[in-house]
């Protein structure tokens, strides 16, 4: 298994649920194509029922059928062939925080949750992960996730040091303000952030080599939802630096 190179760019409410800050991600490890959830090198269990909707492209842009392999506490892909891009969503569900302590947070509907507890707030989870097999010219081509990193140039041809260019779309359109945190920039002295311009376009420095993992958050109001008062959004885009 890779090390993973994390690359975070976040919008974050203080007090968003953990599930809004943990990562859903597309990792190879063991010749598998692993779905992940947690955080850096940390793996949670969860109900392999909750990764949905899998997307597979070989180079030429072209749809391969791929399966969801499930597993008893996460879940692979498996292509059925030549694959260059993998797209999954991953549905982390409805959450609420309640006034029950370290306890507060439950991974239930709204609805359901009052019926037994006094609700602070409830959100809707939804991560869409994308990750980057193989060198193509695609890879700069939206692909139409809700929530979406597109890098703008080829990411596997980035050596330790070099600057990959990316784009974030919010349904298809720029986003802009989104905070781009990497190692080097925790590390900074300046303590400036990098942000999406108003194209929704940043830079991320690759500062190492192996496995990379970008990730970028964001949270919306729900109107017509009984079981949530927010959406939280996260994507992802992984791929190997050599």
């Known amino acids: 298994m890779f090390k993973r190179v994390l690359c975070a760019a976040v919008i974050l409410l203080l007090t968003a649920p953990p599930a809004f800050s943990n990562d859903g991600w597309i990792e190879k490890s063991d010749g598998k194509l ?55 969503l991953f549905d982390n569900g409805y959450w609420v925080q309640t006034t029950e302590g370290k306890d507060a947070w439950k991974n239930i509907p709204k609805r359901e949750a009052q019926k037994k507890y006094t609700i602070l707030q409830s959100w809707k989870m939804r991560k869409y992960a994308k990750t980057l097999l193989k060198p193509c010219a695609k890879f700069d081509k939206p ?15 980035i050596k330790p040091g070099g600057v990959l260019p990316i784009r974030v779309l919010l349904e298809g359109k720029p986003l802009q303000g989104a905070v781009i945190k990497t190692a080097d920039a925790d590390n900074s002295k300046s303590g400036e952030k990098i942000k999406t311009d108003k194209d929704g376009k940043a830079s991320v420095v690759i500062s190492k080599r192996g496995q990379q993992a970008i990730n970028i958050y964001h949270r919306l109001a729900l109107k017509d939802d009984p079981d949530a008062d927010k959406l939280g959004l996260s994507a992802s885009l992984t791929f190997e630096v050599k």
């Open 143 to 157: 692909l139409g996730l809700v929530f979406e990193i597109v890098p703008e140039k080829n990411p596997l041809s």
């Open 34 to 88: 692993m779905v992940y959830y947690g955080r850096g090198d940390r793996h949670d269990p969860y109900e392999p029922q909750k990764v949905k909707d899998p997307n597979a492209y070989d180079c030429d842009g072209a749809a391969i059928p791929v399966d969801i392999m499930k597993h008893k506490e996460n879940a692979s892909l498996a292509p059925k062939g030549d694959a260059a891009i993998l797209t999954v």
